[in-house]
């Protein structure tokens, strides 16, 4: 099985920060990396796909990049509503590998 | 609007069994691969399993695999999750979730997750 290493774990950041959360995997995926945000008590949500397609909906401050074994989900100014815990999933083979997240929280 | 709304959850014995189901509404549901993700509440997501459109192809994750079975129904628009042989270690958020259409995996829909505690 492929495995995801995100990190941080967690990280405390400000409204308005430049936010970086790396996702390594421990073999090539090629771009078949997705992004997700969840919210306590919530589902996931699909914010990026193969790596840096933004999903429908999802605010441009939102960007990711990589290739290979490692990835960045950038959030460009931070914003009140982003404040949650982000996960990377590859989709480069079965199973498809979860990171273990990483929690974004107020500085 | 698209929906998925699991069912089935709840409190069961290790060695008992539950069926999950997750309705869906909104979309063309037969269309679509789908997928079941757990997460044990404050820890990681975690994938489980995917079922092709018509029910013939599936896939599941080696820790359930030979105890969890993957199906749908599609005339009555609804996916499933046979849980066997249930250990403690199963006790989690169940989610099942929408594979977009088109190009790679993505889970664009998610079911509000059916709690399964696994407890004597």
């Known amino acids: 099985d492929i495995q995801m290493t995100q990190s941080p774990s967690s990280l405390s950041a400000s409204v308005g920060d430049r936010v970086t959360i790396t996702c390594r995997a421990s073999?090539?995926?090629?771009?078949?990396l997705n992004w997700y945000q969840q919210k306590p008590g919530k589902a996931p949500q699909l914010l990026i796909y193969a790596t840096s397609n933004l999903q429908s909906g999802v605010p441009s401050r939102f960007s990711g990049s990589g290739s290979g074994t490692e990835f960045t989900l950038t959030i460009s100014s931070l914003q009140t509503e982003d404040f949650a815990t982000y996960h990377c999933?590859?989709?480069?083979?079965?199973?498809?590998?979860f990171g273990q997240g990483t929690k974004v929280e107020v500085k | 609007e698209v929906q998925l709304v699991e069912s089935g959850g709840g409190l069961v014995q290790p060695g008992g069994s539950l069926r999950l189901s997750c309705a869906a509404s909104g979309f063309p549901f037969s269309s679509h691969w789908m997928h079941w993700v757990r997460q044990v509440p404050g820890k990681g997501l975690v994938w489980i399993s995917r079922i092709n459109t018509d029910g013939s192809r599936t896939t599941s994750a080696d820790s359930v695999k030979g105890r969890f079975t993957i199906s749908r129904d599609n005339a009555k628009n609804t996916l499933y999750l046979q849980m066997n042989s249930l250990r403690a270690e199963d006790t989690a958020v169940y989610y099942c979730?929408?594979?977009?259409?088109?190009?790679?995996?993505?889970?664009?829909?998610w079911g509000q997750g059916a709690l399964v505690t696994v407890s004597s």
């Open positions: 999933q590859q989709i480069y083979s079965t199973p498809h590998t």
């Open positions: 073999q090539t995926i090629d771009i078949y």
């Open positions: 979730a929408r594979d977009a259409l088109g190009g790679t995996v993505r889970l664009d829909h």
